[in-house]
């Protein structure tokens, strides 16, 4: 699935509305640079999702964990990380086991981590205030 935002409004309200396509469990891979927009999908994902605390980057925290919603979210940011190992030395697989969507920026560091069944989204920077997402790895209706 393609779809083409025009303001971070329109990209969080895809992030809301994918929230109730996603088992618990699942990992959401983005791909995209410093700006496209991954951090503002996950907040709309966090809302619908139920979350009412404000989400911020973890790039400094790597992780940040929000357990106020139907389902929680791990938010990870791997900017900082190299390889898996990182992300394994961090716990990675019991994050797995939590039942919680785990939102991932920077995964193209980390691909060897996920799990045949991720849901990659790949933001890519168009004009000014324009992105086209690709969503892939979703079961569509
Ligand atoms: P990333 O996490 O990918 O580095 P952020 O979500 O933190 O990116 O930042 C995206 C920036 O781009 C924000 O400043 C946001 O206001 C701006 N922006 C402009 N147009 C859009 C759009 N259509 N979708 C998402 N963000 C947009
Ligand atoms: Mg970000």
């Known amino acids: 699935m393609t ?15 994918l929230a109730k396509k996603l088992r618990p469990g699942t990992v959401l ?17 966090a809302m619908g999702l139920g979350i009412d605390s404000e989400i911020t ?4 925290t790597i992780v940040n964990e929000y357990e106020t919603g139907e389902t929680p979210l791990i938010h990870f940011d791997m900017y900082r990380l190299t390889s898996a190992d990182d992300l394994f030395e961090i716990g990675w697989e019991d994050y797995l086991e939590r039942g919680a969507i785990l939102a991932v920026e920077w995964s193209e560091r980390v691909e060897a981590a996920f799990p045949k069944d991720t849901v990659r989204i790949k933001i890519e920077k168009n004009k000014d205030t324009q992105r086209v997402i690709t969503i892939t790895g979703i079961e569509e209706a």
């Open 3 to 17: 779809v083409v935002t025009n303001s971070e409004r329109e990209t969080r309200q895809v992030g809301f509305d």
């Open 29 to 45: 891979a983005f791909y995209g640079d410093l700006g496209a927009g991954k951090t503002t999908f996950t907040k709309g994902l």
């Open 57 to 60: 980057s973890p790039t400094y």
